[in-house]
Protein backbone atom coordinates (compact mmCIF):
# COMPACT_ATOMS: atom_id res chain seq x y z
CA UNK A 1 0.00 0.00 0.00
CA UNK A 2 2.85 2.15 0.18
CA UNK A 3 4.21 4.81 2.08
CA UNK A 4 2.49 6.05 5.23
CA UNK A 5 -0.35 8.44 4.50
CA UNK A 6 0.97 9.52 1.04
CA UNK A 7 0.39 5.54 -0.02
CA UNK A 8 0.50 5.13 -3.70
CA UNK A 9 -1.02 8.53 -4.56
CA UNK A 10 2.16 9.98 -6.38
CA UNK A 11 2.41 7.03 -8.59
CA UNK A 12 -1.43 7.27 -9.05
CA UNK A 13 -1.22 10.91 -10.00
CA UNK A 14 1.49 10.89 -12.15
CA UNK A 15 0.02 8.01 -14.39
CA UNK A 16 -3.36 10.52 -13.86
CA UNK A 17 -1.74 13.28 -15.70
CA UNK A 18 -0.52 11.43 -18.62
CA UNK A 19 -3.82 9.69 -19.47
CA UNK A 20 -1.94 6.08 -18.61
CA UNK A 21 -3.73 5.31 -15.37
CA UNK A 22 -4.96 1.88 -16.53
CA UNK A 23 -1.73 0.81 -18.46
CA UNK A 24 1.00 2.24 -14.71
CA UNK A 25 -1.72 2.18 -12.00
CA UNK A 26 -4.44 -0.49 -12.46
CA UNK A 27 -3.46 -3.05 -15.16
CA UNK A 28 -0.32 -3.61 -13.43
CA UNK A 29 -2.00 -4.26 -10.28
CA UNK A 30 -4.53 -6.41 -11.19
CA UNK A 31 -1.57 -8.84 -12.70
CA UNK A 32 -0.24 -8.61 -9.27
CA UNK A 33 -3.01 -9.00 -6.83
CA UNK A 34 -5.82 -9.53 -9.04
CA UNK A 35 -9.17 -7.77 -9.96
CA UNK A 36 -10.22 -6.20 -6.36
CA UNK A 37 -6.61 -4.74 -4.36
CA UNK A 38 -6.28 -2.30 -2.43
CA UNK A 39 -3.71 0.59 -2.14
CA UNK A 40 -3.77 3.59 -0.05
CA UNK A 41 -4.53 7.36 -2.07
CA UNK A 42 -5.11 11.02 -0.91
CA UNK A 43 -5.25 9.89 2.43
CA UNK A 44 -7.83 6.93 2.43
CA UNK A 45 -7.55 3.32 2.35
CA UNK A 46 -8.78 2.54 -1.06
CA UNK A 47 -9.96 -0.90 -2.25
CA UNK A 48 -9.87 -0.64 -6.51
CA UNK A 49 -12.50 -2.57 -7.97
CA UNK A 50 -12.50 -3.86 -11.70
CA UNK A 51 -15.22 -6.36 -14.20
CA UNK A 52 -18.83 -6.06 -14.72
CA UNK A 53 -19.91 -8.21 -11.61
CA UNK A 54 -17.55 -6.08 -9.66
CA UNK A 55 -19.24 -2.52 -11.12
CA UNK A 56 -22.42 -3.81 -11.00
CA UNK A 57 -22.33 -4.55 -7.27
CA UNK A 58 -20.38 -1.21 -6.20
CA UNK A 59 -22.40 0.85 -8.69
CA UNK A 60 -25.66 -0.25 -7.61
CA UNK A 61 -25.36 -0.96 -3.73
CA UNK A 62 -26.37 2.21 -3.00
CA UNK A 63 -27.15 2.36 1.04
CA UNK A 64 -23.44 0.57 1.61
CA UNK A 65 -21.90 3.27 -0.35
CA UNK A 66 -21.85 7.36 -0.38
CA UNK A 67 -20.46 9.15 -3.02
CA UNK A 68 -17.22 11.50 -2.00
CA UNK A 69 -15.80 14.73 -2.82
CA UNK A 70 -18.37 16.85 -4.46
CA UNK A 71 -19.05 19.29 -1.39
CA UNK A 72 -21.84 18.98 0.89
CA UNK A 73 -24.56 20.34 -1.23
CA UNK A 74 -24.27 18.39 -4.17
CA UNK A 75 -25.90 15.57 -5.69
CA UNK A 76 -23.54 13.15 -5.46
CA UNK A 77 -23.58 13.68 -2.00
CA UNK A 78 -27.17 13.54 -1.68
CA UNK A 79 -28.37 9.69 -0.23
CA UNK A 80 -32.01 8.04 -0.66
CA UNK A 81 -35.09 10.73 -0.81
CA UNK A 82 -33.03 13.74 -1.40
CA UNK A 83 -30.68 12.43 -4.11
CA UNK A 84 -34.16 11.28 -5.91
CA UNK A 85 -35.51 14.83 -5.71
CA UNK A 86 -32.67 16.47 -7.26
CA UNK A 87 -31.98 13.29 -9.99
CA UNK A 88 -35.95 14.27 -10.78
CA UNK A 89 -35.20 17.98 -10.95
CA UNK A 90 -32.43 17.44 -13.18
CA UNK A 91 -33.79 14.49 -15.43
CA UNK A 92 -37.07 16.97 -15.87
CA UNK A 93 -35.12 18.90 -18.40
CA UNK A 94 -32.51 16.05 -19.36
CA UNK A 95 -34.63 12.95 -19.64
CA UNK A 96 -38.04 13.52 -21.03
CA UNK A 97 -38.54 13.61 -24.77
CA UNK A 98 -41.35 16.09 -24.48
CA UNK A 99 -38.26 18.75 -23.09
CA UNK A 100 -35.78 17.49 -25.59
CA UNK A 101 -38.02 18.17 -28.09
CA UNK A 102 -38.54 21.61 -27.12
CA UNK A 103 -34.82 21.98 -26.57
CA UNK A 104 -34.17 21.30 -29.87
CA UNK A 105 -34.23 25.20 -31.89
CA UNK A 106 -32.05 26.12 -28.22
CA UNK A 107 -29.82 23.86 -28.90
CA UNK A 108 -29.85 23.95 -32.47
CA UNK A 109 -28.92 27.91 -32.33
CA UNK A 110 -26.79 27.60 -30.09
CA UNK A 111 -24.24 24.83 -31.42
CA UNK A 112 -21.25 26.12 -32.47
CA UNK A 113 -20.13 28.81 -30.23
CA UNK A 114 -22.74 29.58 -28.50
CA UNK A 115 -23.35 33.25 -29.50
CA UNK A 116 -26.58 34.91 -29.27
CA UNK A 117 -26.34 36.90 -32.04
CA UNK A 118 -28.25 40.24 -31.17
CA UNK A 119 -29.78 42.15 -34.22
CA UNK A 120 -27.27 45.16 -33.03
CA UNK A 121 -24.47 43.03 -33.66
CA UNK A 122 -25.14 43.11 -37.53
CA UNK A 123 -25.20 46.31 -37.78
CA UNK A 124 -21.72 46.79 -36.65
CA UNK A 125 -20.61 43.61 -38.53
CA UNK A 126 -22.42 45.98 -41.87
CA UNK A 127 -20.01 48.76 -40.55
CA UNK A 128 -17.00 46.92 -41.14
CA UNK A 129 -17.95 45.77 -43.95
CA UNK A 130 -18.59 49.15 -45.13
CA UNK A 131 -14.98 50.12 -44.42
CA UNK A 132 -13.36 47.34 -46.16
CA UNK A 133 -13.95 48.59 -49.77
CA UNK A 134 -13.64 52.66 -48.67
CA UNK A 135 -10.32 54.54 -49.34
CA UNK A 136 -8.53 54.72 -45.81
CA UNK A 137 -9.10 58.36 -44.74
CA UNK A 138 -8.65 58.33 -41.33
CA UNK A 139 -11.41 61.48 -40.73
CA UNK A 140 -14.07 61.64 -38.17
CA UNK A 141 -17.21 60.37 -39.61
CA UNK A 142 -15.51 58.62 -42.57
CA UNK A 143 -16.61 54.93 -43.41
CA UNK A 144 -13.05 53.87 -43.17
CA UNK A 145 -12.67 56.14 -39.14
CA UNK A 146 -16.10 53.82 -38.72
CA UNK A 147 -15.36 50.77 -39.58
CA UNK A 148 -12.33 50.74 -37.55
CA UNK A 149 -14.56 51.63 -34.35
CA UNK A 150 -16.54 48.88 -35.19
CA UNK A 151 -13.99 46.42 -35.76
CA UNK A 152 -12.80 47.55 -31.93
CA UNK A 153 -16.50 46.90 -30.62
CA UNK A 154 -16.54 43.49 -32.34
CA UNK A 155 -13.15 42.67 -30.77
CA UNK A 156 -14.30 43.97 -27.08
CA UNK A 157 -18.12 41.41 -27.71
CA UNK A 158 -15.80 38.16 -28.63
CA UNK A 159 -13.67 39.04 -25.49
CA UNK A 160 -16.40 39.22 -23.36
CA UNK A 161 -18.10 35.84 -25.26
CA UNK A 162 -15.01 34.19 -24.35
CA UNK A 163 -14.90 35.92 -21.01
CA UNK A 164 -18.51 34.93 -20.36
CA UNK A 165 -18.19 30.87 -22.08
CA UNK A 166 -14.63 30.54 -20.14
CA UNK A 167 -16.59 31.07 -16.84
CA UNK A 168 -19.03 29.14 -17.45
CA UNK A 169 -16.69 25.96 -18.29
CA UNK A 170 -15.66 26.90 -14.84
CA UNK A 171 -18.59 26.30 -12.82
CA UNK A 172 -20.20 24.06 -15.36
CA UNK A 173 -18.03 21.02 -15.17
CA UNK A 174 -20.23 18.43 -16.56
CA UNK A 175 -19.69 20.63 -20.65
CA UNK A 176 -16.39 19.73 -20.50
CA UNK A 177 -17.07 15.94 -20.18
CA UNK A 178 -19.34 17.33 -23.29
CA UNK A 179 -16.59 18.59 -25.17
CA UNK A 180 -14.08 16.53 -24.74
CA UNK A 181 -16.54 13.68 -25.95
CA UNK A 182 -16.89 15.41 -29.01
CA UNK A 183 -13.30 16.22 -29.30
CA UNK A 184 -12.37 12.88 -29.06
CA UNK A 185 -15.11 12.06 -31.94
CA UNK A 186 -13.45 14.62 -34.14
CA UNK A 187 -10.16 13.11 -33.23
CA UNK A 188 -11.06 9.60 -34.43
CA UNK A 189 -12.87 10.88 -37.51
CA UNK A 190 -10.02 12.38 -38.67
CA UNK A 191 -7.70 9.00 -38.10
CA UNK A 192 -10.53 7.19 -39.46
CA UNK A 193 -11.65 8.49 -43.26
CA UNK A 194 -13.79 5.36 -43.92
CA UNK A 195 -15.59 6.02 -40.81
CA UNK A 196 -16.17 9.73 -41.49
CA UNK A 197 -17.72 8.91 -44.94
CA UNK A 198 -19.89 6.77 -43.22
CA UNK A 199 -21.06 9.28 -40.69
CA UNK A 200 -20.96 12.03 -43.11
CA UNK A 201 -23.56 10.04 -45.48
CA UNK A 202 -25.65 9.33 -42.41
CA UNK A 203 -25.73 13.46 -42.14
CA UNK A 204 -26.50 14.13 -45.51
CA UNK A 205 -29.46 11.96 -46.11
CA UNK A 206 -31.17 13.90 -43.09
CA UNK A 207 -29.91 17.13 -44.16
CA UNK A 208 -31.50 16.48 -48.02
CA UNK A 209 -34.95 15.93 -46.00
CA UNK A 210 -34.91 19.26 -44.66
CA UNK A 211 -36.22 23.19 -45.78
CA UNK A 212 -33.12 25.44 -45.57
CA UNK A 213 -33.21 26.72 -42.10
CA UNK A 214 -35.26 24.08 -40.13
CA UNK A 215 -34.62 22.68 -36.96
CA UNK A 216 -33.29 19.42 -35.98
CA UNK A 217 -36.06 17.25 -34.41
CA UNK A 218 -35.78 14.09 -32.25
CA UNK A 219 -36.83 12.05 -34.83
CA UNK A 220 -33.73 13.12 -36.52
CA UNK A 221 -31.52 12.60 -33.87
CA UNK A 222 -32.72 8.65 -33.74
CA UNK A 223 -32.23 8.42 -37.24
CA UNK A 224 -28.03 9.23 -36.25
CA UNK A 225 -27.17 5.74 -35.08
CA UNK A 226 -23.95 5.45 -36.63
CA UNK A 227 -22.94 8.66 -35.35
CA UNK A 228 -23.97 7.43 -31.94
CA UNK A 229 -21.92 4.46 -32.71
CA UNK A 230 -18.97 6.39 -33.46
CA UNK A 231 -19.37 8.45 -30.04
CA UNK A 232 -19.71 5.67 -27.92
CA UNK A 233 -16.56 3.83 -29.21
CA UNK A 234 -14.80 6.99 -29.23
CA UNK A 235 -15.37 7.43 -25.56
CA UNK A 236 -14.60 3.56 -24.59
CA UNK A 237 -11.01 4.70 -25.73
CA UNK A 238 -11.10 7.96 -24.12
CA UNK A 239 -14.09 8.10 -21.20
CA UNK A 240 -14.02 11.55 -20.35
CA UNK A 241 -14.88 10.42 -16.46
CA UNK A 242 -12.04 7.66 -16.24
CA UNK A 243 -14.38 6.54 -13.04
CA UNK A 244 -15.08 7.83 -9.35
CA UNK A 245 -14.99 6.92 -5.58
CA UNK A 246 -17.50 5.48 -3.18
CA UNK A 247 -16.82 5.52 0.50
CA UNK A 248 -18.23 2.24 2.44
CA UNK A 249 -21.03 3.88 5.45
CA UNK A 250 -20.59 0.13 7.16
CA UNK A 251 -18.73 -2.73 6.50
CA UNK A 252 -19.02 -4.43 3.30
CA UNK A 253 -18.45 -7.86 2.39
CA UNK A 254 -17.57 -8.59 -0.94
CA UNK A 255 -16.42 -12.01 -2.65
CA UNK A 256 -14.88 -13.15 0.94
CA UNK A 257 -13.45 -9.86 1.43
CA UNK A 258 -14.24 -7.12 3.72
CA UNK A 259 -14.38 -3.52 3.34
CA UNK A 260 -14.24 -2.19 6.17
CA UNK A 261 -16.30 1.01 7.23
CA UNK A 262 -14.75 4.54 6.47
CA UNK A 263 -12.77 3.08 3.31
CA UNK A 264 -13.16 3.98 -0.27
CA UNK A 265 -13.56 2.40 -3.39
CA UNK A 266 -12.87 3.45 -6.45
CA UNK A 267 -14.25 2.17 -9.72
CA UNK A 268 -13.01 2.98 -13.11
CA UNK A 269 -14.31 2.61 -16.43
CA UNK A 270 -10.60 1.50 -18.24
CA UNK A 271 -10.78 -2.21 -17.05
CA UNK A 272 -13.80 -3.13 -19.07
CA UNK A 273 -13.34 -0.73 -22.16
CA UNK A 274 -9.87 -2.19 -22.07
CA UNK A 275 -10.81 -5.96 -21.70
CA UNK A 276 -10.41 -8.24 -24.58
CA UNK A 277 -13.26 -10.35 -23.35
CA UNK A 278 -15.68 -7.53 -23.77
CA UNK A 279 -13.84 -5.68 -26.42
CA UNK A 280 -12.33 -8.04 -29.23
CA UNK A 281 -9.05 -6.23 -30.41
CA UNK A 282 -9.93 -3.48 -27.99
CA UNK A 283 -7.49 -0.46 -29.12
CA UNK A 284 -9.23 -0.80 -32.59
CA UNK A 285 -11.15 2.01 -33.09
CA UNK A 286 -14.18 0.18 -34.47
CA UNK A 287 -17.40 1.70 -34.06
CA UNK A 288 -19.83 -1.28 -35.36
CA UNK A 289 -19.01 -3.19 -31.74
CA UNK A 290 -21.93 -0.88 -30.70
CA UNK A 291 -24.33 -1.99 -33.22
CA UNK A 292 -25.17 -5.52 -31.30
CA UNK A 293 -26.34 -3.99 -27.65
CA UNK A 294 -23.14 -4.17 -24.51
CA UNK A 295 -23.54 -6.38 -21.83
CA UNK A 296 -24.76 -4.00 -18.58
CA UNK A 297 -22.04 -2.58 -16.38
CA UNK A 298 -19.14 -2.92 -19.27
CA UNK A 299 -19.13 0.18 -21.26
CA UNK A 300 -19.42 2.80 -18.19
CA UNK A 301 -18.14 6.51 -19.47
CA UNK A 302 -22.04 7.42 -17.78
CA UNK A 303 -21.63 5.31 -15.17
CA UNK A 304 -24.20 3.01 -13.87
CA UNK A 305 -27.12 2.12 -11.35
CA UNK A 306 -28.80 4.75 -9.38
CA UNK A 307 -26.48 6.93 -10.10
CA UNK A 308 -25.88 7.03 -13.58
CA UNK A 309 -25.16 10.46 -15.21
CA UNK A 310 -28.13 12.40 -14.98
CA UNK A 311 -27.29 14.28 -17.70
CA UNK A 312 -26.67 11.36 -20.47
CA UNK A 313 -29.68 12.40 -22.49
CA UNK A 314 -28.52 15.76 -22.68
CA UNK A 315 -25.44 15.27 -23.31
CA UNK A 316 -25.89 12.77 -26.20
CA UNK A 317 -28.43 15.36 -27.83
CA UNK A 318 -25.85 18.07 -27.62
CA UNK A 319 -23.27 16.00 -28.91
CA UNK A 320 -25.41 14.40 -32.14
CA UNK A 321 -26.42 17.94 -32.93
CA UNK A 322 -22.85 19.58 -32.43
CA UNK A 323 -21.81 16.87 -35.36
CA UNK A 324 -24.33 17.15 -37.32
CA UNK A 325 -23.90 21.14 -37.97
CA UNK A 326 -20.17 20.70 -38.23
CA UNK A 327 -19.84 18.13 -40.62
CA UNK A 328 -22.59 19.20 -42.87
CA UNK A 329 -20.85 22.84 -42.99
CA UNK A 330 -17.44 22.51 -42.38
CA UNK A 331 -14.71 21.08 -43.53
CA UNK A 332 -11.56 20.95 -40.87
CA UNK A 333 -8.41 19.38 -40.19
CA UNK A 334 -5.83 18.98 -37.52
CA UNK A 335 -2.87 20.27 -36.53
CA UNK A 336 -1.76 18.09 -34.09
CA UNK A 337 -3.31 14.75 -34.99
CA UNK A 338 -1.69 12.55 -32.03
CA UNK A 339 -1.29 15.30 -29.29
CA UNK A 340 -0.96 13.28 -26.08
CA UNK A 341 -3.81 13.58 -24.18
CA UNK A 342 -3.15 15.02 -20.07
CA UNK A 343 -5.76 15.22 -17.44
CA UNK A 344 -6.17 17.86 -14.82
CA UNK A 345 -7.81 16.13 -13.76
CA UNK A 346 -10.35 16.25 -16.52
CA UNK A 347 -8.96 15.28 -19.40
CA UNK A 348 -7.98 17.55 -22.19
CA UNK A 349 -5.40 17.56 -25.67
CA UNK A 350 -2.73 18.59 -24.39
CA UNK A 351 -2.17 21.56 -27.39
CA UNK A 352 -5.57 22.57 -26.97
CA UNK A 353 -6.60 20.58 -30.15
CA UNK A 354 -6.38 23.92 -32.24
CA UNK A 355 -7.87 22.57 -35.98
CA UNK A 356 -8.19 24.55 -39.46
CA UNK A 357 -11.66 24.99 -40.12
CA UNK A 358 -13.15 26.19 -43.07
CA UNK A 359 -17.04 27.05 -44.18
CA UNK A 360 -17.88 24.03 -46.93
CA UNK A 361 -19.66 25.87 -50.48
CA UNK A 362 -23.04 24.83 -50.18
C1 LIG B 1 -20.29 13.23 -22.36
C2 LIG B 1 -20.76 13.90 -21.31
C3 LIG B 1 -20.86 13.34 -19.91
C4 LIG B 1 -20.23 12.28 -19.35
C5 LIG B 1 -19.23 11.32 -19.99
C6 LIG B 1 -20.72 12.17 -17.99
C7 LIG B 1 -20.32 11.19 -17.09
C8 LIG B 1 -20.87 11.02 -15.82
C9 LIG B 1 -20.54 9.93 -14.92
C10 LIG B 1 -19.51 8.82 -15.20
C11 LIG B 1 -21.29 10.07 -13.80
C12 LIG B 1 -21.34 9.11 -12.62
C13 LIG B 1 -20.37 9.53 -11.54
C14 LIG B 1 -20.39 8.53 -10.38
O1 LIG B 1 -20.92 7.43 -10.46
O2 LIG B 1 -19.80 8.89 -9.34
C15 LIG B 1 -22.08 11.28 -13.98
C16 LIG B 1 -22.96 11.76 -13.04
C17 LIG B 1 -23.66 12.94 -13.20
N1 LIG B 1 -23.73 13.74 -14.33
FE1 LIG B 1 -22.73 13.43 -16.07
N2 LIG B 1 -21.61 13.21 -17.75
C18 LIG B 1 -21.74 13.93 -18.91
C19 LIG B 1 -22.56 15.04 -19.11
C20 LIG B 1 -23.38 15.58 -18.16
C21 LIG B 1 -24.23 16.74 -18.36
C22 LIG B 1 -24.36 17.54 -19.67
C23 LIG B 1 -24.87 16.96 -17.17
C24 LIG B 1 -25.86 18.06 -16.84
C25 LIG B 1 -27.04 18.16 -17.33
C26 LIG B 1 -24.45 15.94 -16.23
C27 LIG B 1 -24.89 15.81 -14.93
C28 LIG B 1 -24.57 14.80 -14.07
C29 LIG B 1 -25.08 14.68 -12.72
C30 LIG B 1 -26.04 15.65 -12.02
C31 LIG B 1 -24.52 13.51 -12.16
C32 LIG B 1 -24.74 12.94 -10.76
C33 LIG B 1 -25.91 11.98 -10.80
C34 LIG B 1 -26.24 11.36 -9.43
O3 LIG B 1 -25.41 11.37 -8.51
O4 LIG B 1 -27.37 10.87 -9.32
N3 LIG B 1 -23.55 15.12 -16.86
N4 LIG B 1 -21.81 11.83 -15.22
Not at 310 to 335: E, M, R
Not at 351 to 359: E, Q, T, V
Amino acid sequence: MGLPWIGETMEFYKAQRTNKLFEEFVQPRIHKYGKIFKTWLMGSPTVVVNGPDTNRFFLSNEFKLSVQLMGNDSIMEKQGEQHWCLRGIIASSSFSCAGHEGMMPKICDSCLLGINVEPQMLGIFERVLEGVFAPPIRVPGSKFSRAKKAREEIERVLIDVVREKKEEERENKPHDTTSFAIAMTFRMLAHHPNCFSLLLQEHADILSNKRAGEYLTMEDTKKMKYTWQVVRESIRLFPPIFGSFRKAISDIEYEGFIIPKGWKVLWTTYATHYNEDYFPDHMAFDPSRFEEPIQPYVFLPFGGGPRMCAGYQLAKLNILIFVHFVVTHYNWSHQYLDEPITMDPLPFPSHGMPINIYRKKL
